[in-house]
């Protein structure tokens, strides 16, 4: 079941017993993820083919924030990932326009200015930002193979990523609905380049087909697993060193509390 709320967060600490989530499944280890990239890309389809196996094609854009789980089993542990889902472009440049309206109309020159309106909500945004990114360990960032603006807009992207996100945060560079060969507009090619000079995880995939979305998936998992595993290996090592008083465990993986004000909704993607 998807939800759409607006959202507070506070940190979640990995505790030495298994999480308990959804109808009280257990899980060794529970990864915030995120869906990046412009309107109509197909996250929403990504996510609901992923933690659902489902399809559709009537999708409506997102509004707020979307997020699923679903177990996944490597070796011996099983990680729970939670997947959220944002509006894409639409999160970019919000003008208070009411605000700007009634500036006008009003002429409240020593109460307010165009200058004023537009901090206020480049304020909002960067909140809104910080609370998406906080705790994530893995982003998907997605682009429609059959429009090259959303491919030019990657750049932009991974520049919100790296000021907002964790800096070891796994990134899984996604070119969507491969399925539609004759309206290509950005070769395979240069999604791989585009990739490899950004050090990024590369792959094509088709919600609609069902084409490569489980491997982007658990691509992106099984690399925050490893980087995971590794931190922990690390501050074991360190813990077993003599003179370290005050010294504690690392935090390898951070969730969030939610508070909801739920409302329902999804995105018009393909």
């Keep these: 079941m998807f939800l759409t709320l607006y959202i507070q967060h506070q940190p979640f600490q990995k505790k030495k017993h298994k999480y308990k989530h959804m109808a009280d499944e257990e899980c060794d280890y529970l990864f915030k993820t995120?869906?990046?990239?412009?309107?109509?890309?197909?996250?929403?389809?990504?996510?609901?083919?992923?933690?659902?196996?489902?399809?559709?094609?009537?999708?409506k854009p997102t509004?707020?924030?979307?997020?699923?789980?679903?177990?996944?089993?490597?070796?011996?542990?099983?990680?729970?990932?939670?997947?959220?889902?944002?509006a894409g472009q639409e999160r970019y440049v919000q003008i208070n326009f009411s605000s700007f309206l009634s500036f006008l109309h009003l002429h409240i020159l020593?109460?307010?200015?165009?200058?004023?309106?537009?901090?206020?909500?480049?304020?909002?945004?960067?909140?809104?930002?910080?609370?998406?990114?906080?705790?994530?360990?893995?982003?998907?960032?997605?682009?429609?193979?059959?429009?090259?603006?959303t491919f030019e807009n990657v750049r932009k992207w991974l520049q919100e990523l790296r000021e907002?996100?964790?800096?070891?945060?796994?990134?899984?560079?996604?070119?969507?609905?491969?399925?539609?060969?004759?309206?290509?507009?950005?070769?395979?090619?240069?999604?791989?380049?585009?990739?490899?000079?950004?050090?990024?995880?590369?792959?094509?995939t088709s919600a609609k087909e069902n084409l490569n979305v489980e491997d982007a998936f658990l691509q992106m998992i099984t690399k925050i697993y490893k980087i995971a595993s590794q931190k922990s290996l690390e501050a074991k090592n360190i813990a077993s060193k003599p003179n370290l008083d005050g010294?504690?465990?690392?935090?390898?993986?951070?969730?969030?509390?939610?508070?909801?004000?739920?409302?329902?909704?999804?995105?018009?993607n393909i």
């Design 110 to 149: 020593l109460e307010t200015t165009i200058n004023n309106i537009f901090e206020t909500d480049s304020y909002r945004f960067r909140a809104i930002t910080n609370s998406y990114y906080r705790g994530a360990l893995g982003a998907m960032l997605v682009y429609d193979i059959t429009r090259n603006e």
């Design 247 to 268: 010294w504690k465990e690392i935090q390898v993986v951070d969730e969030v509390a939610i508070k909801q004000n739920v409302c329902c909704t999804s995105e018009n």
């Design 34 to 59: 995120v869906l990046i990239g412009d309107s109509a890309v197909g996250k929403s389809n990504l996510l609901s083919r992923f933690a659902k196996d489902e399809f559709h094609l009537d999708t």
């Design 63 to 86: 509004i707020g924030v979307e997020f699923a789980y679903r177990n996944t089993k490597l070796g011996d542990k099983i990680i729970k990932a939670q997947i959220w889902d944002t």
């Design 164 to 204: 907002f996100g964790d800096p070891d945060m796994v990134i899984v560079l996604v070119g969507n609905k491969s399925d539609l060969v004759d309206l290509r507009e950005v070769e395979v090619e240069d999604g791989q380049k585009l990739a490899e000079v950004e050090k990024l995880c590369f792959l094509e």
